[in-house]
């Protein structure tokens, strides 16, 4: 049996979910899998390495091998003191969040396993090996919810989700339907208050959370950048019309034919990526023409949407067991 250790910051949000969809995937496919969760501090950070290094000389003594994996799969930074636990090493990378400490090991490591068609030539442009895999997301579908053509935006604790421009021009409608915004007050400059916008800045219960994202028909998405776009992806797993930026990597998901794009107005960089960034205008022409399109219309686009989410989901969990295969092989 193929073991294989997923490595990464275990900080309760993103991360945390990524561990879970991948360790649910590889054990689907019949691996053995280890969770290796990294939590902060400066007494973990001095002590952890040296346990893995005694670990690592005990397996030797006993005669054992030094290695106790068959691949690490480090997910978003390399962490060098696992390099010498496994026969193989592969890194999961976001481009917006590449550390540049990290290139000093990139040569330590036999492939990069990315999340979009886009980070392929990124990250073979370093000089690592490649392998697109993709991702999926949790799906969080729940048909017994009643939709309302109403438009709603998860906008978290990121400042990547072009929320500012959102409120501001929403602001400006007040014609426009309801418009819910769910951010974290950690990153919320101020609560926006006006008859067409519900500006919750709070923390709400998970329950809660899936029965806003099956209520509402739009989902409003216009990242400036992702990694893969868990909040996107999940707006089409519930079939909502989802609508982001016509950028890369938005628009691999978020396709005419299943979503709505709004067109870029300038670009900037964030590490290794590309920032988009888009005006009112280009979001009061999609918006108009969303709110003239006919329900059955706004129904195929959804329906289309949840079954790319489905068709996507079939597909990242072949490719990255057959990723991992190929690689130990």
């Known amino acids: 049996m193929i073991r294989v250790n997923l490595i990464a910051r275990d900080n309760g949000f993103g991360l945390s979910r990524n561990l879970k969809l991948l360790h649910a995937a590889l054990v689907e496919a019949g691996f053995e ?100 895999t993709g991702f999926t997301s949790e799906d969080r579908l729940d048909a017994d919810v009643p939709r309302e053509r109403a438009f709603f935006h998860l906008a978290g604790r990121s400042s990547n989700k072009g929320t500012d421009t959102l409120l501001a021009t929403w602001q400006k409608h007040p014609e426009w339907p309801r418009l819910t915004v769910l951010q974290s007050p950690r990153v919320t400059r101020a609560v926006v208050h006006a008859p067409n916008i519900v500006h919750r800045v709070d923390y709400i219960p998970d329950a809660e959370l899936k029965r806003l994202q099956n209520a509402h028909r739009f989902h409003l998405c216009p990242s400036e950048t992702e990694g893969f776009g868990h909040y996107l992806v999940e707006a089409m797993g519930v079939g909502a019309v989802t609508v982001s930026l016509d950028a890369p990597p938005m628009n691999e998901m978020v396709a005419p034919t299943r979503g709505a794009l709004i067109a870029p107005s300038r670009t900037g960089t964030q590490s290794l990526a590309t920032t988009y960034f888009y005006d009112a205008a280009a979001l009061e022409s999609v918006i108009e023409r969303l709110l003239a399109t006919p329900g059955a219309e706004l129904e195929r686009i959804g329906a289309a949407a949840r079954a790319w989410f489905e068709d996507n989901d079939h597909a990242f969990r072949a490719r990255i067991a057959e990723a991992v295969r190929m690689l130990v092989a």
């Open 33 to 132: 899998v280890t969770i290796s969760g990294i939590r902060r501090g400066a007494l973990r950070k001095a002590l952890h390495p040296l346990k893995l290094r005694l670990g690592t000389l005990a397996r030797r003594l006993a005669g054992r091998g030094a290695q106790r994996w068959d691949v690490n799969l480090m997910l978003e930074r390399v962490r060098p003191e696992y390099l010498g636990t496994a026969r193989r090493n592969v890194l999961m990378p976001h481009p917006e969040w590449f550390d540049e400490r990290d290139r000093t090991w990139l040569p330590r490591l036999d492939r990069a396993f990315v999340l979009t068609r886009h980070a392929v030539p990124i990250f073979e442009a370093l000089g690592l090996r490649t392998d697109y």
